[in-house]
C-alpha cells in the first residue's frame, strides 16, 4: 500500500505510514454484483472491446535528509555571523570609536595602548617613552566619566570628535577634542581606517640656546649636527642654538655640560616656555681654583716687572690682546709708581699671605664669562729718602687688596682687567 501523503510503500496492513505518520487509506475496491445486476447498455459491445487500464500509483516523495537540514541551519547560523560581524566591525572601526579609545587609554594611563592609536612618524622625541610625559596625559589625570557627544566637524579626510567628561570632584562638564584621520586601506579588508592626530600633542621647532662648546641633551638625546641651527649660532659670538623640530608638548629633561663647569640640570615644560635660553654656566671649584691661583702668580709676576721697570711686552702674554691697550696704560701707571726720584730710592718690595676668593663675574655687554679674583695681601717696601741732604733707610707696611679678571682662552686663563694694585710710600 502506497502512502497518500509522501508516496511510500507500506505493509497493506499498516494503518499509519512507516515514513510520515499519515493515516493510510485503503483504495476502495469495484463492486462486480452490482456491476452484473445492471443491464446491459447500448454500446456495451464497444466499452467492452476497450482494455480497461490499471491505476497507476503515486510516485513516492523522497524525504529531506539529515545533511541537508544541517546545511540549512549552518547557513543561517552564518548568515546572522555575517551581520553581526559587519554590524560589530563598523561600530568598533569607527571614528568615534578610536576617539573614544585613545581618550580611555589615557585617563587610564595605559600610554603604550593610547599611543598605538596615533597617526604619528617616529624620531627621537616622537615615540611611546616620550608620549607618557606629554601633557595631555596630564589634563586626563583625574577623569571621572564621560561621554562621547556628537562630531564636531567632520570631511572625507577626517573628524573631530568631541568628549565630554567630568573630573573626580567636579560639578561641571569640561570638553576635549579629538582629531582623527581617515587611512588608506581598511581593516580586516572591510572597515575605514582611522588614526588620532597628534597636532594638538605636538610642538614644533622648539629653540634652545647654550654657552658655545657646551653639550646638550634633551631626554637623554643628545643634541648633534642634525639639530645644530648654524645660521642663529653664527649671529652669536657667545651661545650656540639648536631646534627640535617636533615633540611632545610636556615636560621634558635638559641636561648641560661643559669642560669646567657645573652641570645644568633643568625641567622645561614647553606649555609654558616656547624655548629654552640658558644664558650663564656656573664654573666648577677646580676651575676657580686654577684661576685663583694664576691671578696670584700673574700679581707677583707683574710687581717684579714694575719694580725692574720693564715695558708693557714684558707681561703682555699674560693679557688678553683685546684688552691690552687699557692695561697697558694700568701697567705704566704702576711702574711709575715704583720709579726713584731725587728724594726716594726704591730699594725692595715684597708681597706676603696673599688671599683671597675667585668667583664667576660677568665682563662684557655681551656677557662673556670671566673669573673674578680678588686678592688680600700684605707688603714691605724698602726706601732710602734723601730730604734736605739727610738719608734714612725707610720701611713701609701695609695692607691691601686688588681685583684681577681672567679670562679663559686658548686653553689658558689671560688677564681682561687690573684694579688696585698701585702702591703708595
Same mark, same amino acid.
Given at each position: 500500500?502506497?502512502?497518500?501523503?509522501?508516496?511510500?510503500?507500506?505493509?497493506?496492513?499498516?494503518?499509519?505510514?512507516?515514513?510520515?505518520?499519515?493515516?493510510?487509506?485503503?483504495?476502495? +475496491?469495484?463492486?462486480?454484483a452490482a456491476q452484473q445486476a445492471q443491464p446491459v447498455q447500448?454500446?456495451?459491445?464497444?466499452?467492452?472491446? +476497450?482494455?480497461?487500464?490499471?491505476?497507476?500509483?503515486?510516485?513516492?516523495?523522497?524525504?529531506? &535528509?539529515?545533511?541537508?537540514?544541517?546545511?540549512?541551519?549552518?547557513?543561517?547560523?552564518?548568515?546572522?555571523?555575517?551581520?553581526?560581524?559587519?554590524?560589530?566591525?563598523?561600530? !568598533?572601526?569607527?571614528?568615534?570609536?578610536?576617539?573614544?579609545?585613545?581618550?580611555?587609554?589615557?585617563?587610564?594611563?595605559?600610554?603604550?595602548?593610547?599611543?598605538?592609536?596615533?597617526?604619528?612618524?617616529?624620531?627621537?622625541?616622537?615615540?611611546?617613552?616620550?608620549?607618557?610625559?606629554?601633557?595631555?596625559?596630564?589634563?586626563?589625570?583625574?577623569?571621572?566619566?564621560?561621554?562621547?557627544?556628537?562630531?564636531?566637524?567632520?570631511?572625507?579626510?577626517?573628524?573631530?570628535?568631541?568628549?565630554?567628561?567630568?573630573?573626580?570632584?567636579?560639578?561641571?562638564?569640561?570638553?576635549?577634542?579629538?582629531?582623527?584621520?581617515?587611512?588608506?586601506?581598511?581593516?580586516?579588508?572591510?572597515?575605514?581606517?582611522?588614526?588620532?592626530?597628534?597636532?594638538?600633542?605636538?610642538?614644533?621647532?622648539?629653540?634652545?640656546?647654550?654657552?658655545?662648546?657646551?653639550?646638550?641633551?634633551?631626554?637623554?638625546?643628545?643634541?648633534?649636527?642634525?639639530?645644530?641651527?648654524?645660521? +642663529? &649660532?653664527?649671529?652669536?659670538?657667545?651661545?650656540?642654538?639648536?631646534?627640535?623640530?617636533? !615633540?611632545?608638548?610636556?615636560?621634558?629633561?635638559?641636561?648641560?655640560?661643559?669642560?669646567?663647569?657645573?652641570?645644568?640640570?633643568?625641567?622645561?615644560?614647553?606649555?609654558?616656555?616656547? &624655548?629654552?635660553?640658558?644664558?650663564?654656566?656656573? !664654573?666648577?671649584?677646580?676651575?676657580?681654583?686654577?684661576?685663583?691661583?694664576?691671578?696670584?702668580?700673574?700679581?707677583?709676576?707683574?710687581?717684579?716687572?714694575?719694580?725692574?721697570?720693564?715695558?708693557?711686552?714684558?707681561?703682555?702674554?699674560?693679557?688678553?690682546?683685546?684688552?691690552?691697550?687699557?692695561?697697558?696704560?694700568?701697567?705704566?701707571?704702576?711702574?711709575?709708581?715704583?720709579?726713584?726720584?731725587?728724594?726716594?730710592?726704591?730699594?725692595?718690595?715684597?708681597?706676603?699671605?696673599?688671599?683671597?676668593?675667585?668667583?664667576?663675574?660677568?665682563?662684557?655687554?655681551?656677557?662673556?664669562?670671566?673669573?673674578?679674583?680678588?686678592?688680600?695681601?700684605?707688603?714691605?717696601?724698602?726706601?732710602?729718602?734723601?730730604?734736605?741732604?739727610?738719608?734714612t733707610n725707610e720701611t713701609s707696611n701695609d695692607s691691601k687688596?686688588?681685583?684681577?679678571?681672567?679670562?679663559?682662552?686658548?686653553?689658558?686663563?689671560?688677564?681682561?682687567?687690573?684694579?688696585?694694585?698701585?702702591?703708595?710710600?
Amino acid at each position: 500500500m502506497f502512502c497518500q501523503n509522501c508516496g511510500t510503500q507500506n505493509n497493506d496492513a499498516s494503518v499509519f505510514c512507516e515514513n510520515c505518520g499519515a493515516k493510510l487509506e485503503k483504495p476502495v +475496491q469495484p463492486n462486480v454484483a452490482a456491476q452484473q445486476a445492471q443491464p446491459v447498455q447500448p454500446n456495451m459491445a464497444a466499452q467492452q472491446s +476497450q482494455p480497461v487500464q490499471p491505476m497507476k500509483p503515486a510516485q513516492p516523495k523522497k524525504p529531506m &535528509s539529515k545533511a541537508w537540514v544541517v546545511v540549512a541551519v549552518e547557513v543561517i547560523v552564518l548568515v546572522a555571523a555575517v551581520a553581526v560581524f559587519f554590524n560589530f566591525g563598523k561600530e !568598533m572601526n569607527s571614528a568615534e570609536k578610536v576617539a573614544e579609545k585613545f581618550f580611555v587609554e589615557v585617563a587610564n594611563h595605559n600610554f603604550k595602548e593610547a599611543y598605538k592609536t596615533l597617526d604619528v612618524e617616529e624620531n627621537d622625541f616622537i615615540n611611546e617613552k616620550n608620549f607618557e610625559n606629554a601633557s595631555c596625559n596630564m589634563q586626563l589625570s583625574k577623569v571621572n566619566t564621560y561621554e562621547v557627544k556628537e562630531n564636531h566637524s567632520e570631511d572625507k579626510l577626517g573628524k573631530d570628535i568631541r568628549i565630554q567628561y567630568r573630573t573626580k570632584g567636579s560639578s561641571s562638564n569640561r570638553d576635549y577634542y579629538v582629531s582623527v584621520n581617515k587611512k588608506s586601506g581598511k581593516n580586516l579588508l572591510f572597515f575605514d581606517k582611522w588614526e588620532v592626530s597628534p597636532e594638538a600633542l605636538i610642538v614644533e621647532d622648539y629653540s634652545i640656546a647654550v654657552p658655545t662648546g657646551a653639550e646638550v641633551t634633551v631626554d637623554d638625546i643628545k643634541l648633534g649636527k642634525s639639530y645644530y641651527d648654524k645660521k +642663529q &649660532s653664527a649671529d652669536s659670538d657667545y651661545y650656540d642654538y639648536y631646534t627640535i623640530p617636533e !615633540m611632545f608638548a610636556g615636560e621634558h629633561q635638559v641636561v648641560v655640560k661643559k669642560d669646567g663647569m657645573q652641570e645644568v640640570r633643568k625641567v622645561i615644560d614647553t606649555d609654558e616656555d616656547y &624655548s629654552y635660553y640658558l644664558d650663564n654656566m656656573v !664654573m666648577d671649584d677646580k676651575l676657580l681654583e686654577e684661576a685663583f691661583d694664576t691671578a696670584t702668580g700673574d700679581l707677583q709676576k707683574i710687581y717684579e716687572a714694575a719694580i725692574a721697570g720693564k715695558d708693557f711686552s714684558a707681561i703682555s702674554g699674560m693679557v688678553d690682546k683685546d684688552a691690552g691697550e687699557d692695561l697697558e696704560y694700568v701697567y705704566e701707571n704702576l711702574v711709575g709708581d715704583f720709579e726713584s726720584s731725587s728724594y726716594e730710592t726704591l730699594n725692595k718690595f715684597s708681597v706676603s699671605n696673599i688671599e683671597g676668593t675667585a668667583s664667576q663675574y660677568n665682563w662684557s655687554s655681551e656677557e662673556e664669562l670671566v673669573v673674578q679674583v680678588e686678592l688680600d695681601y700684605d707688603y714691605v717696601v724698602d726706601y732710602t729718602r734723601n730730604w734736605f741732604d739727610e738719608v734714612t733707610n725707610e720701611t713701609s707696611n701695609d695692607s691691601k687688596s686688588c681685583y684681577i679678571n681672567l679670562a679663559y682662552k686658548d686653553g689658558k686663563w689671560v688677564i681682561v682687567e687690573i684694579s688696585g694694585m698701585y702702591i703708595y710710600y
